[in-house]
């Protein structure tokens, strides 16, 4: 056979061959997974279809500006988590992480109560992807100040 | 290429090369790790924490790339029957492996004061910890197959190698196709949210743990390929020495 591939590349398109199919089955098994592999509903998926109240489920988002009030008691905090079309409040009795702040990321293991109030038994703050030195943010904030003092009447 | 199929010119190469990039590379990590952990500011939220960040994300690239290494002397080695690839693919296995376990454990230890959990079971995290246990079925193989030469038992190991370099792409996009707790990334091509505060000591350290990356490499090429020469040379006296017998017998 003049036209035979030589052994080198009879490998090398096997090796291509099995590569392509392998990465197929690796898309149609992520493809089925999308659902699944989430860590946690965002409040939009909340919203679109309500689990059962009392069903464990694991609440992410955005913790809206201004929307931390700490209850009477002094330990229960509540807030609203939003994703940026829908919004759900949340209510947790415990120790907050340092990093749950307004306007931050936050992950809540809890249930819905019936009045539709998400009842927290965990709470995780989650980190953005900007780092930012705390001298940056304060020099904005002091250079913010000079500008307002500057502007205003003297 | 081919020309660096040559043991003896690799050998010449590597003797040079090793010693180079561990020091080049302890230079740069010493160098970038002090800068990093004692000059460079806390950040606007983590605090002082931040500083993790100089060790856990040199070693998630270094573990990925440890794998791709791994995938690219597989594929070396299944088309192009190249040995030195069968043995740069093994030699990357360990430092790959450490890598990806200083990444979890730094990432873990991270994880606590900032996210306020050890550990959870989101995708890039649980990714991460697939890429561990495949470097360790990845070395039980090889260590299984060394048993009969560089032959069959060393082709699986290369197929293992290709196929579990899926897992390399998945790890890097879990944070992009699932919810995760882990924050996306910060570094994409050609921009950064890190500031350059951190960014610099970072990338510095990032060459510098690279360096020293290769630099193991090549080691324990030359100690595998070493290896080989010591047993080759044993089995040759060893059959001498039986020659030798038989004609001793032959004239008792």
Known sequence: MSTALKPKHQRLVLVILALVVLIGAALLAIWGLRGQASYFYVPSDIASDPPEPGRAVRLGGMVQEGSIQTLADGVTVSFVVGDGEATVPVRYTGITPDLFVEGSGVVADGRLAADGTFVADSLLAKHDENYMPRELEDMSEAQAKAVVAETTAK | MHGFANPARFLRLARWMTPLLLVSGLVLVSGALAWGLFYAPADRLMGETVRILYIHVPSA??????????????????????????????????????????????????????????????????????????????????????????????RVTAIFGLVGAINVPIINRSVIWWNSLHQPASITMGKSAIDPAFLWPLLICALGFSLLFGG??????????????????????????????????ATV
């Open chain 2, 216 to 249: 193991v490499v090549l080691a324990r090429m030359r100690a595998i390929l070493a290896n080989f020469q010591a047993e080759a040379r044993l089995r040759r006296r060893a059959m001498a020495s039986e020659a030798m017998a038989s004609v001793e017998g």
């Open chain 2, 61 to 154: 690239w270094l573990g990925m790339g440890g794998w791709t290494t791994i995938a690219i002397a597989s594929l070396v080695e299944l088309v192009w029957r190249h040995p030195l690839a069968t043995i740069a693919a093994r030699a990357a296995a360990v430092p790959g492996a450490v890598f990806t376990f200083i990444c979890l454990a730094t990432g873990s230890i991270w994880g606590r004061p900032t996210w306020g959990t050890w550990w959870v079971w989101d995708g890039r995290l649980t990714s991460m910890l697939v890429l561990l246990f495949l470097y360790f079925a990845y070395l039980a193989l090889a260590n299984a197959a060394q048993k009969d030469g560089i032959g069959a038992g060393s």
